[in-house]
C-alpha cells in the first residue's frame, strides 16, 4: 500500500473554514432582514436562497461552470483582473461552496433572530444602545445558537460535497482535490483501502462534530428575552 | 416641570390614532383607557417605537420627531391600506429615513430621531430582560449604553441646567449634573440580593423592579411605563406600587403611566390623561375628570367611581375618622398621622341616596349633598354626580329609585356611602 496523501484532507479543511467565514459575512446581513422584513420580496430571497437545496449538484456546477468560467460573465472580469480563471482553481471553490451551502448558512440564523424577535430589540434601543451595539450585544449573544447551526452546518456541508466542486473545480491535487474527490478517485482506481481510510475518516468527523453541536445546543437557552 | 407637546397620527388595520396636546409631565401623570384605546401606541410613538407614526413630538423642547413640509399629522391620512407602497409604488414611508448619527438629514422632508437618541426609559409590560445577561448584566447594559453626564428634569435637586445643545439636534440631554448611579437604583428597588440571579430565576414582581431599575440606569429625562403591573397578582401589585410611587421624587423624573386599572391612577397619580377611541379625551387633575359626567362613556367597562380628598381627624376605636367639608367620614383605621390629606376612592355603586337624613341604619358615612347633574343614558341605572361641599362624588342608582324619589338636579339630598374603597397618599 502506497503512503496515504493526506493533502485532499488539508484542502477540504481549508476550503471548509473559508467557506464559513464567507456564508457568516454574507449569511448574516440577509438572514436578519428575512427575519424583520415587511417586504414582499421576502418570499422570493427566501425561495433562490433555498434552490440550492433541491438543485441537483450537477445543474448548479454546470451554472457555475458556465458563469465562472473565462467565457462568464464573472469569470472573464475574474480573468482580466488576476489573469487567472476562476474554474478549476481554490477561489472558484470558495465561490462556489458559498453558494451551495449558502441555505444552510441563512436558514439557521434566520430562525434564530425569528426566535428573538423585535421585543429585545426595542428594550435595548430605549436603553440607548444603537442598532449595530443592540446587535452585537443583545441579538448576536441571544441568536448564538443559530450561528452555531450555521457555522457547523456550513463546515460539513461544504466538506460532503461533491458533485459541485467536480464540476467547478476538476480534480487538480493540492488546488482542487478535495477528500470527497479523492475517495472518488480512489474508488475508480480501485484503490479501496485508501477509500476506506478517507470515507471512515470524513463519517467520524461529521458524527463528532454533529454530537458536539447537538450537546453544546442543549446548552444554549433558546433566544429569547422573556424570563 | 417638563412637557410634552404631541401631535401624532398613526394608521393601522382597524385602528387609528391621533392624539394632540401639551402634557404636563409632573411627578406620576397617568395615561388611561379601556383597552384597545391606543394607550401603548401613543406610548410607543413617544419613544420613537413606531416608526410608521406622523407627526410631531417635542420633549421639552427637544424635537423628537416633526414633519417639517408635511401635512400636519391632524389631516393625514395613510395611503390605501391595501399595500400600495408595494411594487415600486414610493408612499410616505419611503421619504421617512433617518440617519443613525443623530442629526438629521436636512433633505428629507421628516425628522425622525430614532429611540436610541431620544432620553425616555421604558418599562416594558412584559418587563423584555435580557436573558443572555444576569440581572446586573441587565443593570450594566442600561449604564454602558444610557445617556451619559445628565441629571433630569423635574423638581429635583438635579436640575441644575448647563451646557446647552441646539433643541433641534437635541439627542442628548441638555442638562449637566448627577447622572443617576447603580448604588442608589439597587438601593431604591432592593435589588441587592438579584444582582447575580439570572431573569429566569425571578419572580414576576421582582423581575419588573430589575425593569425599572434598568430603565433608570439608563439616565432618561421620563420615565414611559406600560402597565407594568398588568401581570403581576394583587400582592405583587402593592408590592411594585409602592416602589413607583417614589420613583418622580426620588430620581427627580417625570413618569407617564399607562394603565386601564382606575384604582392605580387613583393611588399613583395627580394627573391624567384620559384615552378614547385613540383620541385624547380629557387631561386634568384626576378627580376632576373623574368627577366630569361627560367623560363616563369613555370609561365605560370601567368601574365607574370618583376620587375625593379628606384630612385624617383621628383615630379612635379602630376608626380613622376623616374631616370633610361637610361632615366626617369613618374608614377601618388607616396608617396616617392626623392632618394628613387622604384620597379616596369611591365606587358610584356604593353611594346612596336619600332624601331624608336615615335612621336606623348600618352605613356609618352620610353627607349632605347636592345633586348636581342626573345622567339617564345607563340602561336600568342612573348616574348621579353629587356635589359635596366642593368636592363630587358619583352615585349609581336604578331609574325606579330616580322616580319613586323624585330625584332633580338642584336638590338637596343626603350621601350615603357604604365603602371607601381606597386610600391613596398625597
Known amino acids: 500500500m502506497e503512503g496515504l496523501d493526506l493533502g485532499p484532507v488539508w484542502l477540504s479543511i481549508q476550503l471548509a473554514t473559508v467557506t464559513v467565514l464567507v456564508l457568516l459575512v454574507i449569511a448574516t446581513p440577509l438572514a436578519w432582514w428575512l427575519a424583520f422584513t415587511r417586504a414582499r420580496s421576502r418570499a422570493v430571497i427566501e425561495a433562490i436562497v433555498a434552490l440550492p437545496l433541491v438543485l441537483p449538484p450537477t445543474v448548479l456546477g454546470f451554472y457555475l461552470l458556465i458563469v465562472l468560467g473565462p467565457a462568464g460573465a464573472i469569470g472573464r472580469f475574474w480573468v482580466e483582473l488576476t489573469d487567472t480563471t476562476l474554474t478549476f482553481s481554490f477561489t472558484g471553490l470558495v465561490i462556489a461552496s458559498v453558494i451551495y451551502s449558502f441555505p444552510f448558512a441563512v436558514q439557521p440564523l434566520q430562525g434564530a433572530f425569528e426566535a428573538v424577535g423585535r421585543a429585545p430589540l426595542e428594550a435595548a434601543a430605549t436603553l440607548g444602545a444603537s442598532p449595530l451595539q443592540t446587535f452585537a450585544r443583545v441579538a448576536s449573544p441571544l441568536a448564538l445558537r443559530g450561528y452555531v447551526s450555521a457555522i457547523v452546518l456550513g463546515f460539513a456541508h461544504t466538506l460532503g460535497e461533491f458533485g459541485v466542486v467536480l464540476m467547478v473545480g476538476g480534480n487538480i491535487p493540492g488546488s482542487t482535490k478535495v477528500v470527497s474527490i479523492a475517495v472518488f478517485e480512489h474508488v475508480e482506481t480501485i484503490s479501496y483501502a485508501q477509500a476506506h481510510i478517507l470515507s471512515a475518516g470524513l463519517l467520524a468527523f461529521s458524527f463528532v462534530v454533529l454530537l458536539v453541536v447537538y450537546a453544546i445546543n442543549r446548552r444554549i437557552p433558546i433566544g429569547t428575552a422573556y424570563g | ?426
Not at chain 2, 420633549?59 to 391595501?82: I, L, M, N, Y
Not at chain 2, 441587565?138 to 423635574?154: D, E, I, K, T
Not at chain 2, 367597562?301 to 367620614?329: K, N, P
Open chain 2, 1 to 426: 416641570m417638563a412637557e410634552l407637546a404631541l401631535d401624532v397620527a398613526i394608521e393601522k388595520p382597524g385602528f387609528s390614532l391621533q392624539a394632540s396636546g401639551n402634557i404636563a409631565l409632573d411627578r406620576i401623570t397617568a395615561l388611561f383607557g379601556a383597552s384597545g384605546s391606543g394607550k401603548t401606541t401613543l406610548l410607543r410613538i413617544i419613544a420613537g417605537l413606531e416608526p410608521a407614526a406622523r407627526g410631531k413630538v417635542v420633549f421639552d423642547g427637544q424635537v423628537w420627531q416633526d414633519e417639517r413640509d408635511g401635512a400636519p399629522a391632524r389631516g393625514w391620512k395613510a395611503p390605501a391600506t391595501s399595500g400600495t407602497t408595494s411594487s415600486g409604488q414610493r408612499g410616505p414611508s419611503d421619504e421617512r429615513e433617518t440617519s443613525s448619527s443623530g442629526s438629521f438629514r436636512k433633505s428629507r422632508k421628516r425628522r425622525f430621531l430614532p429611540p436610541h437618541e431620544r432620553a425616555v426609559g421604558f418599562v416594558f409590560q412584559d418587563t423584555r430582560l435580557f436573558t443572555h445577561l444576569s440581572v446586573e448584566g441587565n443593570l450594566r447594559f442600561a449604564l454602558r449604553h444610557g445617556r451619559s453626564g445628565a441629571g433630569n428634569v423635574g423638581s429635583g435637586s438635579r436640575d441644575v441646567r448647563s451646557g446647552t445643545r441646539d433643541a433641534g439636534s437635541g439627542a442628548l440631554n441638555v442638562r449637566s449634573g448627577n447622572r443617576i448611579r447603580m448604588s442608589e437604583v439597587v438601593a431604591a428597588l432592593d435589588l441587592e440580593r438579584l444582582l447575580a440571579r439570572r431573569p429566569a430565576s425571578l419572580s414576576g414582581g421582582e423581575r419588573q423592579r430589575v425593569a425599572i431599575g434598568r430603565a433608570l440606569l439608563a439616565n432618561p429625562q421620563v420615565l414611559l411605563m406600560d402597565e407594568p403591573l398588568s401581570s403581576l397578582d394583587t400582592p405583587r401589585k402593592r408590592e411594585i406600587v409602592s416602589y413607583i410611587e417614589a420613583l418622580p421624587e426620588r430620581f427627580a423624573i417625570p413618569v407617564l403611566y399607562v394603565t386601564h386599572d382606575i384604582d392605580e391612577v387613583a393611588r399613583l397619580s395627580n394627573r391624567m390623561l384620559l384615552l378614547s377611541a385613540g383620541r385624547i379625551a380629557a387631561q386634568g387633575s384626576v378627580s376632576e375628570i373623574l368627577g366630569r359626567i361627560d367623560l363616563w362613556p369613555s370609561m365605560e367597562r370601567l368601574e365607574a367611581g370618583s376620587v375625593i380628598e379628606a384630612r385624617v381627624e383621628r383615630h379612635e376605636a379602630g376608626m380613622t375618622h376623616l374631616a370633610f367639608e361637610t361632615g366626617t367620614l369613618q374608614v377601618p383605621a388607616v396608617d396616617a398621622v392626623p392632618g394628613k390629606v387622604l384620597r379616596l376612592r369611591v365606587h358610584a355603586r356604593d353611594v346612596a341616596v336619600a332624601t331624608e337624613r336615615p335612621q336606623h341604619l348600618s352605613i356609618r358615612n352620610i353627607l349632605p349633598a347636592t345633586i348636581e347633574k342626573i345622567d339617564l343614558d345607563a340602561t336600568v341605572h342612573a348616574e348621579l354626580l353629587l356635589g359635596v361641599g366642593a368636592q363630587t362624588l358619583r352615585a349609581r342608582i336604578t331609574r325606579n329609585a330616580l322616580e319613586d324619589l323624585g330625584l332633580a338636579e338642584g336638590q338637596q339630598v343626603h350621601a350615603l356611602i357604604k365603602s371607601v374603597l381606597f386610600e391613596g397618599r398625597l
